[in-house]
């Protein structure tokens, strides 16, 4: 129904023969159908993302300023993989005779420690380590000890058995009474099963024995071995050096209580699991991808983790 007011008319409806959309109409389906396709894209957004954050890297570099990094390169040098770890630690590396360590062997006051695998990496001097253990000092008792005889400054040790030393060895002579002066640490020299000699100074030539000196002994090394050293140098995987002040030269290496300790604070080792690594792959020396360390293959199922050993040959999936 219409009526007429003046010149304008107004229609509560559009008549039948006016087949014209109005204007709102005109536009609607524009609108639904932007959203249709703003919807599709999103909901395809979304699954894209879920699907990548399922495979996404979860190892990936570590944020702070405080970082070590280690590279590891082919044979044709070229960096095959950037290990990123924590600076500092709170869990200690310790080497023993009983494990990993070989010896420590002293030349002018230079201590090269052989500690097989060590994981040191060659860039981060200047860690700290303790040695221990560094002197068993009632290794031989008096009792074990048949004499000590001293002439011309070489002291000729007999003990009541095979004492297992070998040249070069450190050992400490304590509880001499009689001359003071023998009383200290000497690097041995093997003439026999069970006997050796050490060159000795200001030492009266004389006998001694458990008689003369019942409270003598002698001990596997030296006790100013013990303490707290810098790192001052790594050779190599297996080495690095310290510098000690106090004790001869010589080595030590026979007895199961020395024990070397990387204390706090200290860089990562290659061989803890708090590295973030990535792989690079190379064709000759042009770098062709890269990814991110973030599963470990066991038993052929991969194993989720976040952090993983800087090590070239470890069963490794990168993404």
């Known amino acids: 129904m219409a009526r007429s007011a003046g010149n304008t008319i107004e229609r509560n409806e559009w008549p039948d023969e006016d087949r014209r959309l109005r204007p709102v109409d005109r536009w609607s389906w524009f609108w639904w159908l932007l959203w249709l396709v703003a919807f599709v894209v999103a909901i395809s957004v ?8 399922q495979e996404t890297r ?6 702070g300023q405080r970082l070590s990094v280690v590279r590891l390169v082919d044979g044709s040098n070229n960096n095959t993989h950037i290990c990123y770890g924590p600076q500092y630690l709170t869990s200690a590396k310790a080497w023993s005779i009983a494990s990993g360590l070989t010896e420590i062997v002293v030349a002018s006051n230079v201590a090269t420690v052989t500690a097989t695998g060590h994981g040191i990496p060659a860039t981060k001097v200047g860690a700290m380590v303790t040695v221990s253990g560094g002197l068993e000092a009632d290794t031989w008792p008096a009792a074990d000890i ?14 009541d058995a095979a004492h297992g030393l070998d040249t070069n060895d450190l050992i400490t002579i304590a509880g001499i009474t009689t001359d003071t002066d023998l009383n200290g640490t000497y690097a041995f020299t093997n003439t026999g099963a069970a006997t050796g000699t050490v060159t000795t100074a200001n030492v009266t030539d004389q006998t001694y024995n458990e008689a003369s000196d ?5 001990g596997l090394g030296d006790a100013d071995a ?3 050293y810098i790192i001052q140098s790594v050779a190599d995987a297996n080495t690095f050096t310290l510098t000690f002040a106090s004790v001869p030269d010589g080595d030590l290496n026979e007895y199961a209580s020395l024990t070397v300790t990387m204390t706090q604070p200290r860089p990562p080792l290659t061989d803890d699991v ?3 690594v990535k792989r690079r792959w190379f064709s000759g020396t042009n770098l062709i991808a890269e990814g991110w360390a973030v599963a470990i293959l066991s038993g052929g199922e991969r194993v989720r983790r976040q952090k993983f050993v800087c090590d070239a040959t470890a069963a490794v999936v990168y993404h």
């Open 146 to 159: 048949t004499s000590i005889v001293d002439a011309a400054n070489t002291s000729t040790i007999t003990f």
């Open 214 to 218: 019942p409270t003598m002994q002698i």
């Open 274 to 276: 708090v590295w973030d």
């Open 58 to 63: 979860v190892s990936e570099r570590p944020t």
């Open 46 to 53: 979304l699954s894209t993302r879920l699907g990548a954050q």
């Open 226 to 228: 013990n303490g707290n």
